[in-house]
């Protein structure tokens, strides 16, 4: 009887599982010592059957920890951690010890899908779509998420980590109480050219459309597809804002789109990363992690030459939201907490190369990601560049009727 | 024997053949799920292109012309027309290789004819986007293809990817079985002893083809022809990877429609109104289904 058995066999329905487990997890937090699943199952058990004999109104929370202090503002204070955790995310975005570390620190059983656009994960969410706990949206998915009142505001207690997040990302264009989500990581939208056929030395998003009509009839060069990408990047090289609903300054974006557009061979951000490593795309945009890894690909002919635009350009950021449904906000909020330790963003930076505003981990990073401005995009750029957001149905509407003529044009 | 007795009831199976009497109840599978997967999603999208928006992803359900009001725009009417105009040259690609290749299947292959068959089949099998995407590599201005072309002498810059030249490729290889296989049959059934009657009474071999063999084929060839059109009138994913994403088809502004701007109406109406401009064609392809009915048999 050395070894014993850890799988506890009860004899009930399956569906009370869950309920059982948090009943174990309750009696041995409050138990603080070590014991067996069937013994902590055993004394609660009891427990309950006591409170029940006595027929009087036992709150089965708050027995452990300091955590319930803030207990009637707080839904969520002091309620046990529950077993299981939903993540609907964009695939291979987290490193695979992420979710081991934090099964084993929290046993919580992990559920994840994956969606490949915010349409995606919106038309989901919008058919009525429930069950997940966490959704990673960018940041014009967060903006309208919050207007439809989709989103949970966040329990700031239950992810002390999050205090390490740079405050320039707490409070946001989209999300300006910072109650509904933390950043995940971010990103800008940059350019790259062959300095070998472009001579001419680009520095800002308008001096790369400029070159368009002259080198299009040279070699390939390429744009980001979508009109929430082309129109808002067209507003803000004119220096007008991304998100305007101007029916004037929309105008001006789309006659200097059309003045450009036989400059534009293609308009793709699917497949431009294998085209432009293999030297196909002579002037075009880009993602920095994308464009980070042109560069590298393009290392031994050192002819690919990527900028970051002097005036304005977007800066993007996927964040850590909790649905108003979720099923497991507690675990939902523990997830969190946890991606926000630092030693986990490191290990999480180095997996998808994207940055994590917690300077703690940036720190931590190896050198060549810390000081390569590609990756660690300097705030001197990022300070002036702005959010492209979904401010109505009707921006999103006119933007779309633009692309269209863009395309077709 | 009783010969002159037994003869009524032989003729009464005779009648019933005229009328089969098979339960009408055993196509209810059939039907039922026609009308949920088929004629269900038809209606939706008739409801979505009548309602209006209302925010973000949500409609509002009402009767409302609006968004047809709104096709009627020089913007929309253009990409309805460049469509077509693409979806035509396609099928006039599709009918110059398709067409000599049905012919010589069914005229000079005796042996071979059913192995010829399977290999026009054949690229069906696997799947489209791989196809399409392998065309991108034969394509490439770096690709063998490209070597192979300025190495002839031919041209000396070989530039089709991400033209309307390598759409119109990728169309017409994408939907060729398509258009072979009518027109095979039709010249399958056609009598060939009329070509020859023709060449024997002085006609040009040319002339023999142009009065004979292309007017007992065209209904075929037609059939073939608008079987291929109408496809590719609603393609997607051939204009985004082989035109670069710089070609708006119906299909492409649809799609921009109910996933980036989430403009359910919108896109329902689009398809309603390309469906109904498509029914024309339609109408036309069933007269010369019927008529080749007539003829062929």
Known sequence: MTERDPELKILAPIETRPRLDRLERLVRRSGGGRMTRAEALGLGGLALLAAAGCGGKTSTGGGGGGASSSGATDPLAGKPMESNLVIYNWSQYDDPSTYKSFKTQNHVAIKETYYSSNDELLAKLQAGGTGYDIIVPSQNAVGELVQLGSLMKLDKALIPNASGVESSWVKTAYDPTGDYKVVKDFGVTMFFYNNKIVTEKPTTMKQFYDLLPKYGKVGRTNLMDGAEEVVPLALMALGLDPNTGDSADLDKAKNFLLSIRNGVTTIDSSNYINDASAGKIILGQGWNGDVRRIVSARKKQGDITAVLPQDTSEKWADNWCIPATAPDPVAAHAWINHLCDPTVAVKEMEYHNYPIPIQAALDQTPAELKNDPLFNVPTSYTDHYKFILNPSQEIVNARTQIYTAFQSA | ?297
Not at chain 2, 66 to 88: C, E, G, H, W
Not at chain 2, 117 to 140: G, Q
Not at chain 2, 148 to 159: A, L, P, R
């Open chain 2, 1 to 297: 024997m009783a010969t002159e007795t037994i003869q009524p009831p032989k003729r009464s199976p005779r009648r019933r053949s005229f009328a089969p009497r098979y339960p009408g109840w055993l196509t209810a599978p059939s039907l039922i799920y026609y009308m949920i997967f088929f004629l269900g999603p038809l209606a939706i999208l008739v409801v979505f292109s009548v309602a209006t928006q209302a925010g973000f992803g949500s409609v509002s359900y009402t009767f409302s012309t609006s968004q047809f009001q709104a096709l009627n725009d020089p913007l929309y009417i253009k990409v309805f027309r460049q469509t077509m105009l693409m979806a035509a040259g396609g099928t006039a690609l599709t009918i110059a290789i398709g067409y000599p290749v049905a012919y010589w299947m069914s005229r000079y292959l005796t042996r071979y004819k059913t192995l010829a068959l399977l290999l026009v089949i054949v690229p069906f099998w696997t799947s489209f986007l791989i196809r399409t995407y392998a065309l991108k590599i034969i394509l490439d201005p770096q690709g063998y293809l490209a070597h192979f072309v300025e190495w002839t002498g031919i041209s000396n810059q070989f530039n089709v990817l991400y033209t309307g030249k390598a759409v119109a490729i990728g169309l017409a290889y994408n939907y060729l079985p398509l258009l072979i296989l009518p027109v095979y049959a039709s010249l399958e059934r056609m009598d060939w002893k009329l070509v020859e009657a023709a060449t024997d009474l002085g006609a040009s071999p040319f002339k023999a083809f142009r009065q004979i063999t292309l007017p007992l084929t065209l209904p075929g060839l037609i059939t073939g022809a608008l079987l291929v059109f109408i496809p590719m009138c609603g393609e997607y994913v051939i204009p985004q990877l082989l035109g670069g994403g710089q070609f708006a088809f119906v299909g492409t502004v649809i799609g921009s429609n109910f996933l980036g701007a989430q403009n359910w109406p919108f896109g329902s109406a689009m398809a309603i109104a390309f469906m109904v401009l498509l029914s024309i064609f339609v109408v036309i392809y069933i007269a010369f289904a019927t008529r080749e009915e007539q003829f062929g048999a």
